[in-house]
C-alpha cells in the first residue's frame, strides 16, 4: 500500500496550491480519504474529508470557504485545492485512507506559506 503526496512547496500569502495523493495497494474507490496537517511543533489535525462516492465532505473550521477536498476514483487521487492560504497554514500535510477498517497514511508534503 501507497499513498504519495505530491504539490507542497513554498508560496506568498494569498497563494494557492493544490496538493495531490496518489494511492495504490487498496481499492481506492471504496476508500474514505482524509487530508491532515501537522504545523510545526504543533499536534497533526484534520483538514479535511471525503467519502468513497466523492460525497460527505467535511472540512475543519479554518479550512472552510477556502480549501477543496475532491477525488478522482479512475486516477486514484484525491485533491486538496487550497486558496487564500495563510502563514498559519504552514505545515507539513499528510493524505490518509481508510479502507476495509484499515488506515493508510502518506510520508507527507511540505506547505510553507511566506513572504
Known amino acids: 500500500v501507497q499513498l504519495v503526496e505530491s504539490g507542497g512547496g513554498l508560496v506568498q500569502p494569498g497563494g494557492s496550491l493544490r496538493l495531490s495523493c496518489v494511492a495504490s495497494g487498496f481499492t481506492f474507490s471504496n476508500a474514505a480519504m482524509y487530508w491532515y496537517r501537522q504545523p510545526p511543533g504543533k499536534e497533526r489535525e484534520l483538514v479535511a474529508q471525503?467519502?468513497?462516492?466523492?460525497?460527505?465532505?467535511k472540512y475543519a473550521d479554518s479550512a472552510k470557504g477556502r480549501f477543496t477536498i475532491s477525488r478522482d476514483n479512475a486516477k486514484n487521487t484525491v485533491y486538496l485545492q487550497m486558496a487564500s492560504l495563510k502563514p498559519e497554514d504552514t505545515a507539513v500535510y499528510y493524505c490518509?485512507?481508510?479502507?476495509?477498517?484499515?488506515?493508510?497514511w502518506g510520508q507527507g508534503t511540505q506547505v510553507t506559506v511566506a513572504s
Open positions: 471525503i467519502l468513497s462516492g466523492g460525497g460527505g465532505t
Open positions: 490518509k485512507a481508510i479502507s476495509a477498517w484499515l488506515t493508510y
